[in-house]
């Protein structure tokens, strides 16, 4: 160390000669490159100042890596942080100073040192990780946080008056993070709630005052939208709800205010998934900001249906205006000027210019709007005990689009902006009716268009209506089609239950049936094939085989069908089956030799099998 020491201090002396300035400073620098090199080995000592000098160099050239690899290295008293620090975060290396700052903050744990700067420190170290280039590497800011302020020591480092209020070194981070949360969550809102959550859940109150007090509500906004739009229950499922069962319904209501001002668009979906807003303060809000579609929404929920229904519409009739004006300016070179299509390129162009159309904003704006407002129509038509003034909900809109090309002025436009209009409305005309025909009865529809326009050409509605008749048909078809494979169904399901009420069992052993126990007695069969008789008697329990009341109705239903076999004269019917003559004579109570021969079970006999199974 003494020899580094008095090198330095030679080729500082020589420094300060005129002459000799620009050489000197070569080689200082030259002899800090030699010595950062044996410092990062480990092989040597330098004092405070000299390291500090070499880091000086190796900031010039931008060694940042060397520099952290250096930290790791070096002790902590061999160097002045602050020095070094003035130094590396001159040259902005964030990743180095990170390094630095990490270790001020560890010495408040350590040795208790002034809480003052080590806060500094702190937040000093988060601003590390929020102006570094690395997206990710900005992101691991959250994990040093929850190392720092949740794991870690709880030492106390200082009381409050008469001892009672204690400081720990928790508290003195807690209190530095307060002032970089506005930061953190423009970084991630979402994991910025869940710190709140695990470190600041009984001071919400006060959080999010803090960030209210900011200047910059969008923070806010983004805060409450983490937790209340369900993205913080999706990546925590228990910091998700604990947060958002401390939102009150004020919390709510700003929450929309500051939708309604930063993001308009999301009022209407935010308005029916939730209930958790007031909904006259609401529709003074929505009303205030001109957001059609959540105000509508918020008149059908007050029970004014039609307002809400004609505001939906006259909307419409401001964006249909809207997209006239874009559409007016296109150029359209295939045209001359008698209207016509030059090269009989008419379709490709107006389908493309369509196309480019429904993807713009403004024609999107109308979708939309036309969406929102049969979403109304079908909501109250099937909810609604008057079913004439359901449908009539539908025929307004209805009405509004065959009309529009009234209002739009169509006819005054040129004719290729008439005709891309026109192939729009066309597209509005057939989305409400797909939408209408499972709401509005056809023959309803149909009449409804063929009357009011009695005394007009129906051509244009002749896609539209043979469309909606097909669309009818499919869905009758479709409907035909699912009955017939339900009747199919349950013929198989008749079938496969019969087949198993009539199925036998294999009898290999009959011997011990006697001739004195066939009348009025039970044949069980056990799974060795082998039969046995029992006579009918009310001990004969379940542990045999069978119920008690299920031997009883096979009884009775034996004994129908025997009753019908026979006629007026006495004499059996002929019937086809499977059983033969001695077998018949045999059931029925009478003596039969062929009965208690041995016979082969599962062949059929001669002639006398014959017929068809049922």
Not at 53 to 62: A, F, G, Q, Y
Not at 195 to 206: R, S
Not at 304 to 332: F, I, Y
Request: proline share 2%.
């Amino acid at each position: 160390m003494d020899l580094v020491r008095r090198i330095a201090y030679v080729l500082a002396i020589d420094g300060t000669s005129t002459s000799r300035s620009v050489i000197a400073c070569e080689s200082l620098d030259d002899f800090h490159d030699f010595l950062s090199t044996y410092l990062l080995r480990g092989l040597v000592r330098a004092p405070p100042a000299v390291i500090c000098s070499v880091i000086s160099r190796m900031s010039v050239r931008s060694a940042q890596e060397d520099i952290i690899k250096l930290f790791q290295v070096l002790p902590r008293n061999s160097y002045c942080r602050e020095d070094v620090l003035e130094v590396v975060e001159a040259n902005h290396l964030s990743r180095a100073a990170l390094i630095l700052h990490k270790g001020g903050v560890s010495e408040l744990f350590e040795n208790g040192t002034d809480s003052t700067a080590c806060s500094n420190h702190f937040m000093s170290a988060i601003d590390c990780y929020l102006k570094d280039e690395d997206l990710r590497y900005q992101r691991e800011v959250f994990d040093y946080i929850k190392n720092e302020c949740i794991g870690g020591s709880t030492a106390i480092i200082s009381y409050g008056q008469n001892n009672k209020e204690e400081t720990t070194v928790h508290d003195v981070l807690r209190n530095a993070l307060c002032q970089k949360l506005p930061s953190l969550i423009n970084l991630d809102p979402v994991p910025c709630a869940q710190l709140v959550a695990e470190i600041y859940v009984e001071e919400l109150e006060q959080i999010l005052s803090s960030l209210s007090e900011n200047g910059d509500e969008t923070v806010l906004f983004k805060f409450f939208n983490a937790v209340i739009s369900g993205d913080l229950v999706k990546a925590d499922a228990v910091a998700g709800p604990v947060l958002l069962a401390n939102m009150t319904i004020d919390h709510h209501q700003k929450y929309l205010e500051l939708m309604a001002k930063f993001h308009p668009d999301m009022v209407y979906q935010y308005l029916t998934t939730s209930d958790n807003y007031r909904v006259e303060e609401c529709l003074k809000l929505c009303q205030e900001y001109e957001i059609a579609d959540a105000s509508a929404y918020l008149l059908e929920r007050m029970g004014n249906v039609s307002s809400a229904l004609q505001l939906m519409l006259q909307t419409l009739e401001g964006r249909l205006m809207t997209l006239k004006r874009v559409v007016r300016g296109l150029n359209l070179s295939s045209y001359d000027n008698r209207g016509k299509f030059k090269f009989g390129r008419n379709k490709l162009n107006v389908q493309t210019m369509v196309t480019n159309l429904h993807q713009g904003k403004e024609s999107q704006a109308v979708r939309q709007i036309l969406t929102f407002g049969l979403d109304l129509c079908e909501r109250n038509s099937g909810s609604s005990s008057n079913s004439e003034q359901g449908s009539q909900l539908w025929f307004n809109v209805l009405d509004r689009l065959i009309n529009a090309k009234g209002f739009l002025r169509l006819s005054k436009e040129l004719a290729e902006h008439a005709d891309i209009m026109s192939n729009v409305l066309s597209d509005l005309l057939r989305m409400t009716m797909q939408r209408m025909v499972p709401n509005v009865p056809v023959p309803d529809l149909v009449r409804k268009i063929t009357t009011d326009h009695a005394g007009n050409r129906l051509g244009e509605f002749k896609e539209m209506i043979t469309t909606m008749l097909k669309t009818f048909v499919s869905e009758m078809d479709i409907c035909n089609g699912a009955v017939n494979a339900m009747r199919q169904d349950v013929h198989k399901l008749s079938v496969s239950r019969f087949s198993l009420k009539v199925r036998g069992k294999k009898v290999s052993d009959i011997s011990t049936v006697q001739k004195t126990q066939v009348s009025c007695s039970i044949i069980c069969i056990n799974d060795q094939g082998i039969a046995s008789v029992f006579e009918n008697s009310d001990s004969y329990t379940s542990s045999e085989g069978c119920a008690q009341p299920g031997i009883s109705r096979l009884r009775n239903k034996r004994f129908k069908k025997t009753a019908g076999k026979f006629t007026n004269c006495g004499k059996l019917k002929v019937r086809h089956g499977m059983m033969s003559m001695p077998d018949k004579v045999f059931q029925f109570g009478e003596s039969s030799d062929a009965a208690y021969m041995s016979r082969c079970i599962g062949t059929l006999g001669e002639a006398e099998h014959f017929g068809r199974l049922k």
